[in-house]
């Protein structure tokens, strides 16, 4: 036998797809698949919403309060004040089915949530921030706007949709991809709900004390240290920009034929 | 509410990833068309030394020495590579991105192997095989890749007579 030196063929063991190709097309093909399943997995959860009524609600989570929250002390005056303040703007709409329950949260990020059985969280740092009991009432009012709304079920849907999804992807890089994908979807919607929760808000501070003023000033503050971001986050936020939202406000008091200005109530503590 | 704050934690957890993401392409990109140069031009200046996998020595090799030689190589995976493998691992299939990183691990630690046979004077190997092994990641508790290693190893032989049959 003799030996033919021969160099090797090339490519045999590797695929001719570019590696961008490759990439391309399994996150675009992997984000349908998974914004399929959020979509499906969303409309089961309308689905639940139409046949869990709001009383059924109440006395599933009417006790109820989330395992790792940081309270403050009952006897707490912010905490007497807030509780209060809600149940002033409860009996604006007399029709809810809900006992709320005010926590504050010993947080520094500004925020309130609206959570299952009526319960409302503010954080520590939103108190901090508020001048004037008007600012606190549009926000609280705000929140009631979600239970109205039931935003506050769609979006404890939307964490099992996502919790779903760190299940099924195991490797940390992947299942954040797809993760990502599925939250910036939902924040669309959530954008909607928010602006729904507005109005819904301002509604209430009218009723309350005759006039709008100051319920967005809170949101004015907020705005003029947003304005150097860049416009990317609109679309990746939960919230729409505070811009915009108090220009909606604003628009909805005038169409309304609502009070700009009145007298405005100091905070209690 | 505070939209600042999720506009950092959304650049920490998008933003941030996307980035290195293009760079470790990038990076990685180069490296490998890089290696593959080398490696064939490597391979042009061996090309007539005889690399076989026989086990046992053909007829007409007579031989005056012989040794074993080894020639190895540790790999490992860039960041892009490894993302793209973890997509491809949701739905199966060829893993497109690892079959150049493998190839080049083979063809350099062939390399490797003929050129160490070569410097000893060594004129043929014979019986050649490769070995893969995977070395765990520890700061993932061992669970993940952090690359491989191929191992070629071969009887090198220094001919007496070259190819006295013939």
Same mark, same amino acid.
């Given at each position: 036998?003799?030996? &033919?030196?021969?160099?090797?063929?090339?490519?045999?063991?590797?695929?001719?797809?570019?590696?961008?190709?490759?990439? !391309?097309?399994?996150?675009?093909?992997?984000?349908?698949?998974?914004?399929?399943?959020?979509?499906?997995?969303?409309?089961?959860?309308?689905?639940?919403?139409?046949? &869990?009524?709001?009383?059924?609600?109440?006395?599933?989570?009417?006790?109820?309060?989330?395992?790792?929250?940081?309270?403050?002390?009952?006897?707490?005056?912010?905490?007497?004040?807030?509780?209060?303040?809600?149940?002033?703007?409860?009996?604006?709409?007399?029709?809810?089915?809900?006992?709320?329950?005010?926590?504050?949260?010993?947080?520094?990020?500004?925020?309130?949530?609206?959570?299952? !059985?009526?319960?409302?969280?503010?954080?520590?740092?939103?108190?901090?921030?508020?001048?004037?009991?008007?600012?606190?009432?549009?926000?609280?009012?705000?929140? #009631?706007?979600?239970?109205? +709304?039931?935003?506050?079920?769609?979006?404890?849907?939307?964490?099992?949709?996502?919790?779903?999804?760190?299940?099924?992807?195991?490797? !940390?890089?992947?299942?954040?991809?797809?993760?990502?994908?599925?939250?910036?979807?939902?924040?669309?919607?959530?954008?909607?709900? @928010?602006?729904?929760?507005?109005?819904?808000? /301002?509604?209430?501070?009218?009723?309350?004390?005759?006039?709008?003023?100051?319920?967005?000033?809170?949101?004015?503050?907020?705005?003029?240290?947003?304005?150097?971001?860049?416009?990317?986050?609109?679309?990746?936020?939960?919230?729409? @920009?505070?811009?915009?939202?108090?220009?909606?406000?604003?628009?909805?008091?005038?169409?309304? !034929?609502?009070? /700009?200005?009145?007298?405005?109530?100091?905070?209690?503590? | 509410?505070?939209?600042?704050?999720?506009?950092?934690? #959304?650049?920490? +957890?998008?933003? #941030?990833?996307?980035?290195?993401?293009? &760079?470790?392409?990038?990076?990685?990109?180069?490296?490998?068309?890089?290696?593959?140069?080398?490696?064939?031009?490597?391979?042009?200046?061996?090309?007539?030394?005889?690399?076989?996998?026989?086990?046992?020595?053909?007829?007409?090799?007579?031989?005056?020495?012989?040794?074993?030689?080894?020639? %190895?190589?540790?790999?490992?995976?860039?960041?892009?590579?490894?993302?793209?493998?973890?997509?491809?691992? #949701?739905?199966?299939?060829?893993?497109?991105?690892?079959?150049?990183?493998?190839?080049?691990?083979?063809?350099?630690?062939?390399?490797?192997?003929?050129?160490?046979?070569?410097?000893?004077?060594?004129?043929?190997?014979? +019986?050649?095989? /490769?070995?893969?092994?995977?070395?765990? +990641?520890?700061?993932?508790?061992?669970?993940?890749?952090?690359?491989?290693?191929?191992?070629?190893?071969?009887?090198?032989?220094?001919?007496?007579?070259?190819?006295?049959? %013939?």
């Amino acid at each position: 036998m003799r030996f &033919v030196a021969k160099q090797p063929k090339e490519g045999i063991n590797v695929s001719d797809t570019h590696p961008l190709v490759e990439a !391309g097309t399994l996150v675009v093909g992997l984000t349908a698949i998974f914004a399929l399943i959020a979509l499906v997995l969303i409309f089961m959860i309308e689905l639940a919403l139409y046949f &869990v009524s709001t009383e059924d609600e109440v006395n599933l989570f009417g006790d109820w309060l989330p395992e790792d929250l940081v309270t403050v002390a009952p006897d707490d005056d912010r905490l007497i004040e807030t509780q209060l303040l809600v149940d002033r703007l409860a009996q604006h709409w007399p029709e809810s089915p809900y006992t709320f329950r005010v926590e504050i949260d010993d947080s520094d990020v500004a925020n309130a949530m609206a959570l299952p !059985g009526g319960l409302i969280i503010v954080t520590q740092g939103l108190l901090d921030q508020v001048e004037s009991e008007n600012e606190l009432a549009f926000v609280l009012g705000h929140e #009631l706007g979600h239970f109205k +709304n039931r935003d506050h079920i769609r979006a404890l849907g939307r964490g099992i949709v996502l919790s779903v999804f760190f299940a099924v992807a195991t490797d !940390g890089d992947v299942a954040g991809i797809g993760i990502k994908a599925t939250d910036i979807t939902l924040r669309g919607f959530s954008r909607r709900q @928010e602006t729904q929760a507005d109005e819904f808000g /301002l509604a209430i501070v009218n009723s309350e004390y005759g006039h709008v003023d100051e319920a967005w000033r809170l949101f004015e503050r907020w705005d003029i240290d947003d304005s150097s971001i860049v416009g990317l986050v609109t679309y990746l936020s939960t919230h729409p @920009e505070t811009g915009e939202r108090i220009i909606d406000m604003k628009r909805q008091a005038e169409t309304e !034929g609502w009070l /700009l200005t009145g007298n405005v109530t100091p905070l209690n503590w | 509410m505070d939209d600042n704050f999720a506009n950092l934690e #959304l650049f920490l +957890n998008f933003g #941030l990833p996307l980035l290195i993401l293009m &760079v470790a392409y990038f990076i990685g990109d180069h490296i490998e068309k890089r290696h593959f140069r080398d490696i064939r031009e490597r391979e042009a200046k061996l090309h007539d030394f005889p690399v076989v996998s026989f086990d046992t020595m053909p007829d007409d090799w007579k031989v005056g020495r012989s040794d074993m030689v080894t020639g %190895s190589i540790v790999i490992s995976l860039d960041y892009f590579k490894r993302v793209i493998a973890g997509l491809r691992g #949701l739905i199966g299939g060829r893993i497109k991105t690892y079959e150049p990183l493998l190839e080049r691990a083979r063809r350099e630690a062939l390399l490797r192997m003929t050129e160490e046979a070569r410097s000893q004077g060594y004129d043929a190997i014979f +019986n050649v095989r /490769l070995e893969t092994s995977r070395l765990a +990641n520890a700061r993932r508790d061992g669970k993940g890749v952090a690359g491989v290693e191929m191992l070629a190893f071969g009887t090198a032989v220094k001919f007496a007579s070259r190819f006295a049959n %013939s």
